[in-house]
C-alpha cells in the first residue's frame, strides 16, 4: 500500500546527541517535506526537498540538515540534539500539484 | 515574511449547527489553498482544497469559499457532527502551485451533542 513511513516513532535521547529521523515514503512523490509540530499546533516547515540533490531551507532549519540522494528517502539531522528540540516530527510528500500527504509522525524527547 | 492567519482558535458547535473557520493569507503568489483535518494523536488529513481560478468548491458537508481580491478563504461544515471535532488547518502556497505550503496556527473545533 502507497504510504509514508516515519522511524523511529518515538525517541528519547540526551542533550548533544546526534540523531537521524528517517522518512521514506511508496506515494512515487517527487517533493517531500519536513514539519515540526508541538500537539494541536502550527506546523513549522524545517526543510524541503523538489527531487533528488535538491533541497531548501524553511523557517527552522538553523539546527537541522537533510538530504535527498534517492526519491522516496528524506532523513533528517539533529546534529547535536537540546531540549528546545523536544516535538512532533512529521514528514510530507506530494506529487506535482501540491496535495501534501502526512507520515505518522516521530516524537522526539530530549532530556 | 509571508504568513497565514486563521480565526478563531478555539470554536464551539452544538451537533447539527454549522461552523465556519476564516484565513487570510498574505502572498499575492499563492494560488492553492488545502484544509487539513488533524485528530488528537494522529496525523494531519486533507479535507478539501482549492486553487485560485475556483471562488467556491463543496464536497458533502465541507465547503471552501476564496476571495483573491480579499486574500482570504473559509472553510465551512454544515450540520457538523461530534467526530468533526478536531483541529482544522488552513494553508496557502508558498507562491505558485508546486511549493511548500505556510500554514495557519489551527482552529480546535469541538462539537458536542
Known amino acids: 500500500e502507497a504510504d509514508i513511513y516515519q522511524t523511529p516513532r518515538y525517541l528519547v535521547i540526551g542533550t548533544g546527541k546526534k540523531i537521524t529521523l528517517e522518512c521514506s515514503q511508496t506515494m512515487g512523490h517527487d517533493k517531500m517535506y519536513w514539519y515540526q509540530q508541538d500537539p494541536g499546533m502550527e506546523l513549522h516547515l524545517i526543510h524541503y526537498?523538489?527531487?533528488?540533490?535538491?533541497?531548501e531551507k524553511g523557517d527552522l532549519s538553523s539546527e537541522s540538515t537533510v538530504s535527498r540522494i534517492r526519491t522516496e528517502h528524506f532523513p533528517l539531522t539533529l546534529e547535536s540534539a537540546r531540549p528546545s528540540h523536544t516535538s512532533q516530527y512529521l514528514c510530507?510528500?506530494?506529487?506535482?500539484?501540491?496535495?501534501?500527504?502526512f507520515g505518522p509522525g516521530t516524537r522526539l524527547t530530549v532530556l | 515574511g509571508e504568513n497565514v492567519e486563521q480565526h478563531p482558535s478555539t470554536l464551539s458547535v452544538q451537533e447539527g449547527d454549522s461552523a465556519v473557520i476564516k484565513c487570510t493569507y498574505s502572498?499575492?503568489?499563492?494560488?492553492?489553498f488545502p484544509w487539513y483535518k488533524q485528530e488528537l494523536g494522529k496525523r494531519p488529513q486533507l479535507i478539501i482544497d482549492i486553487r485560485s481560478n475556483v471562488g467556491e468548491k463543496k464536497d458533502q458537508r465541507i465547503a471552501v469559499t476564496l476571495n483573491k481580491t480579499a486574500k482570504h478563504f473559509s472553510l465551512h461544515i454544515t450540520e457538523t457532527q461530534p467526530e468533526d471535532s478536531a483541529v482544522y488547518f488552513c494553508?496557502?502556497?508558498?507562491?505558485?502551485?508546486?511549493?511548500?505550503?505556510?500554514f495557519g496556527k489551527g482552529t480546535t473545533l469541538s462539537v458536542s451533542s
Open positions: 526537498s523538489y527531487g533528488v540533490n535538491s533541497t
Open positions: 502572498d499575492s503568489a499563492s494560488n492553492y
Open positions: 510530507a510528500s506530494s506529487a506535482r500539484f501540491n496535495e501534501q500527504f
Open positions: 494553508a496557502a502556497s508558498r507562491g505558485q502551485a508546486g511549493t511548500a505550503l505556510i
